[in-house]
């Protein structure tokens, strides 16, 4: 019996971590890919950020509710829709023939991502008891960024050498794999809170106050972009006042008021992705488009953030079990400042050394950083909202990301505008480099104290 529940532990665990290396392979892929897809589409700078955004943007308004209906109705049926749709929407982006049908997929995806997304830290956390699961936390994030240090490389390879194109035929086939895998050997169901009603109402209130307030961010247009940020955050504030008054909300806003670890485990996510998610993003056009680098060279240089996240997180993930989850993040993201403090002096001349041994410093204090956040906030939940709270940390992480995107595309507006990155740009462009990584420094120097403020680690006995 027991060799049986281990097997179906590993089992989960395997699909788990396929997923988690070739969903954040997909998308790292995809920004060394982006001066290709910006010819066959004829994007500018601004419209390439949108290949990121879009994804982000679904993933970040779907993840809490996904997360709740996990929690109803079964996170490994949620985890295997949201991988079906996922390779659908893949299969999708492949074969677009235009600007908008590429994006109209790559929102599918994101749609995917979330039911993945909001379902996986949760699996892990209902599968394996407390002894365990820091290490398998630690595995899942080491596979992710595994996928991101092949991504660069590997990405920049297949792009040079098949097109872009390649890249979701093979995160295509592999996600079919995981969908098999999933059906024929992942046997157990986790559902803590099945028999309750999902909320159907806050769910439609947060989806159109969430999607207002994003797409407010970052369209950089003005009157209609404040009327979104103002609207989206009034809709959050009365999604926030229904959700306290029924009694199954797809938000349990006490999780917030009742559990400082929670609540500032998931501030310092939302700040840490947020000061660091476009550094690949900003960096694969400086090298390719300021540098002269072809994709496989830029993704040699890239690769190493990564590398060292994978490297890092493994190590980290254990230690968590062990070390005040405080300690370890806040020192991450400590070391997270000094990389992005180094970036802001960047030139169109860099010597490669140095921007391979600031790439390597930001990804020890990231590796140090995600695990153990990650074995925070979800060790400090009872088995019932598991889900919700997975669904919360997706959303913090990919809400960050969208800000962080936010805030280059902002950036790029004010000194590129909607000009393409060219001889005569790249002046501009280097301001915007500079411009935007003083800001993120700023972002994650203020991180820390969030981090700092969580408090001593704190675990439910329903989790024991």
């Known amino acids: 019996m027991i060799e049986e529940k281990s097997a179906g532990r590993n089992a989960l665990l395997a699909v788990i971590l396929i997923s988690s290396f070739f969903n954040p392979f997909m998308g790292a892929a995809v920004n060394i890919a982006l001066p290709q897809i910006g010819n066959d589409f004829s994007m500018n700078a601004i419209g390439l950020s949108w290949v990121s955004m879009a994804f982000l943007l679904s993933s970040a308004i779907f993840l809490i509710p996904f997360g709740k209906a996990g929690d109803i109705w079964g996170r490994k049926k949620l985890f295997l829709y949201g991988n079906i749709l996922f390779t659908l929407a893949t ?11 590429f994006l109209s997929f790559r929102f599918l995806q994101g749609v995917g991502g979330a039911m993945v997304g ?23 994030v080491s596979a992710v960024y595994i996928g991101l240090s092949a991504a660069p490389l590997f990405g920049g390879m297949l792009t040079q050498a098949f097109g872009w194109h390649s890249l979701f035929y093979i995160n295509a086939t592999v996600g079919l ?3 098999i895998l999933t059906i024929t050997s992942v046997r157990s169901e986790w559902q803590e809170a099945k028999g309750e009603k999902f909320d159907y109402v806050g769910s439609l209130i947060y989806i159109i106050s969430m999607s207002a307030l994003m797409f407010g961010l970052v369209k950089n247009s003005g009157l209609l972009s404040e009327i979104l940020i103002v609207g989206g955050f009034a809709g959050l504030i009365f999604f926030i006042f ?22 500032f485990s998931n501030l310092a996510s939302l700040i840490n992705y947020a000061a660091t998610f476009a550094i690949t993003f900003m960096l694969s056009l400086y090298l390719q488009n300021v540098r002269g680098l072809s994709p496989s060279d830029a993704g040699l240089l890239l690769v190493t953030q990564p590398v060292l996240m994978a490297v890092v997180a493994i190590f980290s993930g254990r230690l ?22 180094l ?17 390597a410093i930001l990804g020890m204090g990231f590796g140090l950083f995600s695990s153990p956040n990650t ?16 669904g919360i940390n997706s959303t913090m992480r990919m809400t960050g990301q969208m800000v962080s995107m936010a805030i280059a595309a902002l950036v790029i507006h004010i000194y590129v505008g909607e000009k393409k990155i060219e001889a005569d ?15 993120f420094a700023v972002l994650c120097f203020l991180g820390v104290f969030a981090s700092l403020a969580r408090g001593k680690k704190v675990e439910p006995s329903s989790l024991k």
């Open 242 to 263: 229904l959700e306290l008054k029924i009694s199954s909300p797809i938000l349990n806003v006490n999780l917030f008021r009742n559990n400082r670890t929670f609540a």
């Open 320 to 341: 968590s079990d062990k070390i005040d989850s405080r300690i370890l993040s806040s020192l991450g993201m400590s070391i997270i400042v000094i990389g992005l403090i």
């Open 91 to 101: 299969l999708g982006c492949a074969f677009s023939f235009s600007e908008e049908i």
């Open 375 to 390: 074995n925070a906030v979800m060790s400090s939940v009872e088995k019932k909202f598991l889900g919700v709270a997975s």
């Open 118 to 140: 909001g379902t996986s830290m949760a699996l892990i956390t209902s599968a394996f008891p407390p002894n365990q699961r820091g290490k398998a936390i630690g595995m899942s």
């Open 177 to 179: 794999f995981v969908i």
């Open 425 to 439: 740009t790249i002046p501009q462009y280097m301001t915007t480099l500079k411009v935007i990584f003083a800001v």
């Open 343 to 359: 970036l802001t002096f960047i030139k169109t001349d860099t010597p490669n050394i140095y921007l391979i041994s600031s790439l």
